[in-house]
């Protein structure tokens, strides 16, 4: 066992890039992590990473044996998965993802209900307005807000959600308020964009009488936390493209207004994501029908 843990832990070290990562990945300090590596490397006789002190990344041997013991992880989770389908209690643990807004106000306050119903299973929530990699950041399910681009996970779908142009009173007050889609590009006035490292361009799709057209909006403030352009927006900085259920309270108190109604954004989809190998899991088709339901709930609220 403490060699296949270290397999584990070699295995979390190459794909977040570093020990301390990889470590509290799997709640391990850095101290045991390094030690479970400097372990593996006895016992194998090889150098498995090039350290300096700004990289870590594998030596040739490293990557060759990344590729065979990914395989073997891959393979006992599956079994696991398999034989826990035997059992009358499931349990394990759910590596779980999803956007930052939604996952506070609507997955969180979910799990502490889902651990009552299923004690034995545990969820390891990360809350990430990143776009996110199942395969290699390890994960189960990923609660996702928009068109996932890679058809080759199971989706599931939860709702289909209008987006909205909002901006606070203060803001319109002193900007104006825009009348048509062209005026969000002028100096006059400053869009909230979520961006992040490696982001695409930014744009916003917005449904005009000629169909759907693509704006290249600007502005002064971006930031990688869909709350933060909230925030930004009750604070008077500028229009935000938001999720309508997101800000359906400030909305309702007038803290946010509507603006561009007649040529509203793109909607967009809710649901999950997960491997196709996980249907066998019986904990992830418990977990994902048990969100699924009440999400649905969450978001008709």
């Known amino acids: 066992m403490p060699y296949l843990d270290s397999i584990r832990v070699f295995v979390r070290v190459v794909e977040l890039g570093s020990i301390t990562a990889g470590g509290r990945d799997l709640r391990l300090t850095p101290a045991v992590a390094s030690n479970r590596i400097k372990e593996l490397e006895s016992r194998l006789g090889v ?99 928009g068109t996932p681009k890679d058809s080759n996970f199971k989706l599931r779908k939860i709702a289909d959600c209008p987006r909205v142009l909002c901006a606070a009173p203060a803001y319109l007050d002193k900007h104006g308020i825009p009348q048509t889609p062209e005026a969000l590009i002028s100096d006059n006035h400053s869009c909230l964009l979520l961006r992040y490292p490696r982001s695409p361009e930014y744009f916003w799709m917005l449904q005009t009488p000629h169909g759907l057209q693509k704006f290249d909006v600007s502005g002064k403030y971006d930031a990688d936390d869909g709350d933060v352009l909230t925030n930004w927006a009750l604070e008077g900085w500028g229009i935000a493209n938001k999720v309508q259920f997101d800000i359906q309270p400030y909305l309702d108190s007038g803290s946010l207004v509507p603006v561009l109604t ?22 992830v088709r418990l977990f994902i029908d048990f969100m699924v339901d009440r999400c649905r709930k969450a978001v008709a609220d």
């Open 47 to 145: 150098r498995l990473f090039n350290r300096t002190t700004r990289n870590l990344s594998p030596t040739e041997a490293g990557s060759v044996y990344y590729d065979f013991a990914r395989k073997v992880i891959d393979a006992l989770e599956e079994s696991e998965a398999v034989i826990s389908g035997f059992s009358d209690s499931p349990h394990g643990v759910l590596r779980v993802s999803a956007p930052l807004g939604v996952g506070r106000r609507i997955i969180a306050p979910l799990v502490p209900q889902f651990n009552e119903k299923y004690p034995d299973i545990e969820i390891r929530l990360r809350l990430t307005d990143r776009r996110v990699d199942l395969l290699e950041d390890s994960l189960d399910v990923v609660f996702f807000l």
């Open 262 to 283: 007649n040529t509203p954004p793109e909607p967009t989809s809710f649901g999950c994501l997960f491997p196709h190998r996980k249907l066998q899991d019986p904990k």
